[in-house]
């Protein structure tokens, strides 16, 4: 059997309403995005995308949210890295927590967001990979 190919991409659990970023708090939301197109298309996720060459972890990341959702972040902390293996490939997704600076999130690829406290976190049906960050919060 082939090796699995590899993916390696970076994801934003964007946070609003506490002092710390990902400290679960009272008035703490966390943004979901859902997916609108692939395999798992109406799963949700948290939103990012590829690395480029050259670019480091956290400079992927804020240029995948600007693409994605037209917003400008503060990457924080790191929460995890999941390594997961879909049927087709293999993911290595390193996740951390960001903040808003700049702009309203806009979709400009997913199909529908949500603004979420933590209670309602494990009531959304995740893609596999995502599930595993929902876990670490």
């Known amino acids: 059997m082939a090796a699995l190919k590899k993916i390696e991409v970076v994801a934003g659990v964007i946070t ?8 679960c708090g009272v008035g703490l939301r966390y943004f979901a995005t859902q997916r609108g197109y692939g395999d798992f298309k109406g799963f ?7 690395m480029e060459a050259g ?15 037209a917003v400008d972040v503060d990457v ?10 879909y049927p087709k490939f293999h993911l290595t997704m ?16 997913h199909e529908a967001a949500r603004w979420l406290t933590y209670e309602e976190l494990s009531a959304l049906q995740w893609c596999p990979a995502d599930v595993k960050v929902v876990e670490a919060l």
């Open 16 to 23: 609003a309403g506490a002092e710390l970023p990902c400290e």
């Open 44 to 50: 949700w996720e948290f939103p990012g995308g590829k």
């Open 55 to 69: 670019e480091t972890r956290e400079e992927a990341l804020a240029r995948e949210l600007k693409e994605e959702l």
């Open 76 to 85: 924080g902390d790191f929460i995890c890295t999941v390594e997961h293996d």
């Open 94 to 109: 390193h996740c951390f927590c960001c903040t808003i600076k700049t702009g309203t999130p806009t979709l400009l690829e």
